[in-house]
């Protein structure tokens, strides 16, 4: 049978792992939210990738259109000094000079053409890319909204928890709660059953005095603790 001392330790080691707990999930949601922000910030990248690719295909558009306004307007001049020239060297040089021209405004055709097509291939994929972004976006900011729920929540319950585990603590008497503090500094679980002779927090056999005083057999009050870890221990019949 456990001794009111020992009950005591036990109730606050149950309050101070749940605020302990509560500590833990408390601290961890700025990183989750932290998480979530970074895959937000990664989809708006995607989507400005995408449209980034879009843009640099219509900007080579009208470079094109460009280059090819102004090989039409050089062969529109060829074509009008062709036909005042008299001399028949003169008129053929400008005749190869017709023909380069035309072959590169081809060319440049050509090019526009394919850039025309990649540029409604990449409209395609922004468009598609954009609707799926800003769903997977709109999901993010539903998470965060979440986590900044559960964090207000989590304040609450600590709030009470710590309120818990303040009244527990203050139930014991000063040399039970400075044992208490001491061991709790450490870790968990400050209090551990002793089963087939062994502590329950280190697994280590303890000795016949540790176990004695555990079954309630040396001075009433004294609290029996591990010789290997220190915890307190009791006798679990």
């Keep these: 049978m456990l001794t009111p001392v020992l009950e005591k330790v036990l109730i606050l080691q149950d309050r101070d792992a ?38 640099s295909l219509e900007t080579k558009k009208k470079l094109l259109e460009t280059e090819i306004g102004s090989a039409e307007a050089k062969l529109a001049k ?3 000094q062709q036909s005042q020239v008299r001399k028949n060297d003169e008129y053929q040089a400008l005749g190869h000079e017709i023909a380069t021209t ?5 060319a440049l055709e ?8 990649a540029i409604d291939e990449a409209k395609k994929k922004f468009t598609a890319a954009e609707a799926e972004l800003k769903a ?27 309120g ?16 208490y503090d001491r061991l709790a500094a450490r870790a968990l679980p ?22 004695s005083a555990a079954r309630g057999k040396s001075v009433e009050g004294q609290l029996a ?10 006798w679990e019949s």
């Design 164 to 179: 818990d585990f303040e009244a527990a603590r203050a139930a014991l008497d000063e040399s039970a709660r400075r044992v």
């Design 190 to 211: 400050v209090c551990v059953p002793i089963r087939g002779g062994k502590c329950g927090g280190c697994h280590l056999k303890v000795s016949s005095e540790v176990e």
């Design 78 to 80: 060829y074509k009008t």
């Design 102 to 106: 035309e072959g590169a405004i081809s």
């Design 18 to 55: 749940r605020k302990r707990g509560l500590e833990a999930q408390l601290k961890a949601v700025p990183g989750d939210i932290g998480q979530v922000e970074q895959r937000i910030a990664a989809e708006k990248a995607a989507i400005e990738a995408a449209k980034a690719e879009w843009n």
């Design 136 to 162: 997977n976006i709109a999901g993010h900011q539903s998470r965060i909204a979440t986590l900044r729920e559960r964090e207000t929540s989590l304040r609450s319950e600590l709030e009470a928890a710590t």
């Design 110 to 117: 050509g090019s526009e053409l394919e850039i025309m097509y």
């Design 225 to 234: 603790a591990c010789d290997q870890c220190g915890r307190l221990v009791y």
